[in-house]
């Protein structure tokens, strides 16, 4: 067989196992779809340690839950910002500043992100670590890649999480938040392809660790049009970069002030 007609052939596949890879908005159909998904996967020459991993995921209703319940985007901003306990937030943000300064200045160098409002979505997303979720990653992505309500985004953040499996970044237990979110910062498996940053040194990216976490928020930042010294409050010029990080209006707001606050200015 010909080059051109083995293409033809694999082309044909790659599009009828992708065909067959129906969305649902149930669990009914999600493992017919995940022996479809798989073998789309298989095509697109993702290698069996990460197939193996995506068929051991399951449905999660949690995550579909979470998913549809994400009622707090909708409160004014000062309710929001009383609700996530941004007092709290500003308070031990600024003691975490002075007691990893020398962490905060490495990464303004590196990025040039000041400390606040890396403080502040490492606050609003775990409580500075404190909890990063128990939900398995894999699942999470696979059964919001397999609903229909956003399908294609979480079908590129699965391929992704796939990636890291190979990788070894992830594993088939790892555990994060309801969306597939991991590390101290929460991280979705395709910002960590390309954002993720060795924060301590070891040469590795893990994104449970504190330092790592940060230095790829930071890169995310960077990476979004962050420019060193300018403003980051809304009508700012960094303003944008945090309106990549989450597109609710309430948390990019929270965000600003809360890193204005801890930041001293």
Known sequence: MDWVKAGCVALVFMAGAAEAAKCGKTGGGFETWK???????????????????????????GTIRADRGQHS????????MAKRGAAGI?????????????LFAA??????VPPGPLLAIWGMETGFGGFMGNQNTLSAVATLAYDCRRTAFFTEQLYAALKLVERGTISASSKGA?????????????????FGADGDGNGGVNLNSKA????????????????????????????????GWNSATVYQKA???????????
């Open 178 to 194: 309801m969306h597939g979110e991991v590390g101290q910062t929460q991280f979705l498996p395709k910002n960590i392809l390309l």
């Open 107 to 112: 990464l303004e160098r590196r990025y040039g």
């Open 35 to 61: 022996k479809s998904f798989a073998a789309e996967a298989k095509a697109n020459g993702v290698k069996p340690k990460a197939i193996s991993a995506l068929m051991s995921t399951s449905y999660s209703n």
């Open 73 to 80: 985007f909708k409160l004014s901003l000062n309710a929001f």
């Open 212 to 243: 790592d976490a940060l230095a790829s928020t930071a890169k995310f930042l960077a990476g979004h049009g962050w420019s060193a010294g300018e403003g980051y409050q809304p009508g700012q010029g960094n303003f944008g970069a945090i309106q």
């Open 90 to 102: 500003i308070a031990r943000g600024r003691s975490l500043k002075k007691a990893n300064a020398a």
């Open 255 to 265: 965000i600003a002030i809360m890193g204005k606050k801890i930041d001293g200015n």
